[in-house]
């Protein structure tokens, strides 16, 4: 079985960003985040409607990472450490069969400035390399095509397509996955 230890935690650069950990100081990027219904358009989850909900989601990610469960990090200007442009992470890790699934998100002042497809080979390499995953999976909402560019770009495949497989808001909500293997890169 899969083990790992994000002790100390581990701090990634690319050209542009400093990706680090998340601290309570971006509780207030988290909810600007996470409250906005653009960003979180295709993602099922609840509207943060206080800050307190943001802090919540804060704990969350904080305690993955206590018990070497999954991880995000804060994106942050190279220069300006202490920014927050959004998150990045494998938030979630099927320790068991090595697969890791990735999760992002971006403040829209942020979109469509190559910060995704600049941070996801990072974080591959980062998974692959380092936490020894064999696989790295990505579900979308199917109309989410910004999503599905950058992981197609990145090397992500279409691994299956799920009709009405999560109930949301009243609604069944279909779900595609995108998976790429180690060996597909490295």
């Known amino acids: 079985m899969l083990e790992i230890n994000l ?9 542009r960003f400093t990706l680090r950990r998340v ?7 988290i909810y600007n985040m996470r409250s906005n219904p653009e960003v979180m358009r295709f993602i099922p989850r609840p509207l943060s409607q206080t800050p ?4 919540a989601v804060f704990n969350m990610m904080d305690e993955k990472i206590e018990q070497n469960a999954g991880l995000n990090w804060a994106i942050a200007l190279r220069e300006q ?22 999760g992002y998100m971006l403040l829209p002042e942020h979109w469509n400035k190559g910060v995704v497809s600049e941070l996801i080979p990072i974080i591959l390499q980062f998974g ?9 999976e990505a579900i979308i909402d199917p109309g989410n095509h910004a999503s599905r560019r950058v992981l197609e770009k990145s090397g992500f ?5 799920f009709r009405e497989n999560c109930f ?19």
């Open 52 to 55: 307190a909900d943001a802090e």
């Open 81 to 102: 450490p202490e920014s927050f442009l959004g998150v990045i992470g494998i938030f979630r890790i099927d320790f068991d069969n090595y697969r890791g699934e990735l």
């Open 23 to 29: 601290t309570r100081d971006d509780v207030p990027g």
């Open 7 to 15: 002790t100390p935690f581990p701090v990634l650069k690319s050209d």
């Open 128 to 136: 692959f390399k380092t936490l020894n995953l064999h696989s790295i």
């Open 157 to 161: 495949r279409q691994e299956a397509y």
């Open 168 to 186: 949301w808001d009243g609604q069944f909500l279909d779900a595609v996955v995108f998976s790429v293997l180690e060996k597909d890169l490295f």
